[in-house]
T-cell receptor
Framework: DTAVSQTPKYLVTQMGNDKSIKCEQNLGHDTMYWYKQDSKKFLKIMFSYNNKELIINETVPNRFSPKSPDKAHLNLHINSLELGDSAVYFC??????????????FGDGTRLSIL | AQSVTQPDIHITVSEGASLELRCNYSYGATPYLFWYVQSPGQGLQLLLKYFSGDTLVQGIKGFEAEFKRSQSSFNLRKPSVHWSDAAEYFCAVGGRSNYQLIWGAGTKLIIKP
């Protein structure tokens, strides 16, 4: 069973389109994250939700909007896609409560290419 | 300022040789330290973590790392690398009550046959 699953794995689309990426985790974690990894492999945190509440909201264009319908899901919607949005987007989850900082578990990534 | 530095953008080692990947951090509170590996086209997988206690931690795939508080370092080691270890390696630091990890820029490991 996949612990953190993202769909789609690949996304090729035209500039100006709107697209969504879905993420689900079956680990029972209460915290989920979205990261962007650029072509140089640099990882940038975008958002994080804990128990459906937004707790990390880094400086990203407001064309990016996360949505967490429940603890197990965190989706990312992107409006008016631009060339610079081409990257790999990773979803991750962790157990944020309890005895301290717990490791994050990552999905396999969504490779977004803008034409 | 909080930061993680991985000084080597890429490292090339021969198969069977030993490996050490460097990680230095700057963090204002007690650090929780992690090493992740990213194989080509894959997500990140946790190799090992340090929270407290013994400063030498063992991870998966034969990796280990040593926490040295005086040097603010958490270097990753493996006594004998295999071709399948070729990947990108990331060091990260977080805090007890902080959800956000600070990530290094990664070190690409290349294995020579």
């Amino acid at each position: 069973d996949t612990a953190v699953s993202q769909t789609p794995k690949y996304l090729v689309t035209q500039m100006g389109n709107d697209k969504s990426i879905k993420c689900e985790q079956n680990l029972g974690h209460d915290t989920m994250y979205w990261y962007k990894q650029d072509s140089k492999k640099f990882l940038k945190i975008m958002f994080s939700y804990n128990n459906k509440e937004l707790i990390i909201n880094e400086t990203v264009p407001n064309r990016f909007s996360p949505k967490s319908p429940d603890k197990a899901h965190l989706n990312l919607h992107i409006n008016s896609l631009e060339l610079g949005d081409s990257a790999v987007y990773f979803c991750a989850s962790s157990q944020g409560q309890g005895t301290g900082f717990q490791p994050q578990h990552f999905g396999d990534g969504t490779r977004l290419s803008i034409l | 300022a909080q930061s993680v530095t991985q000084p080597d953008i890429h490292i090339t080692v021969s198969e069977g040789a030993s490996l050490e990947l460097r990680c230095n951090y700057s963090y204002g509170a007690t650090p929780y330290l992690f090493w992740y590996v990213q194989s080509p086209g894959q997500g990140l997988q946790l190799l090992l973590k340090y929270f407290s206690g013994d400063t030498l931690v063992q991870g998966i795939k034969g990796f280990e790392a040593e926490f040295k508080r005086s040097q603010s370092s958490f270097n990753l080691r493996k006594p004998s690398v295999h071709w399948s270890d070729a990947a990108e390696y990331f060091c990260a630091v977080g805090g007890r009550s902080n959800y956000q990890l600070i990530w290094g820029a990664g070190t690409k490991l290349i294995i020579k046959p």
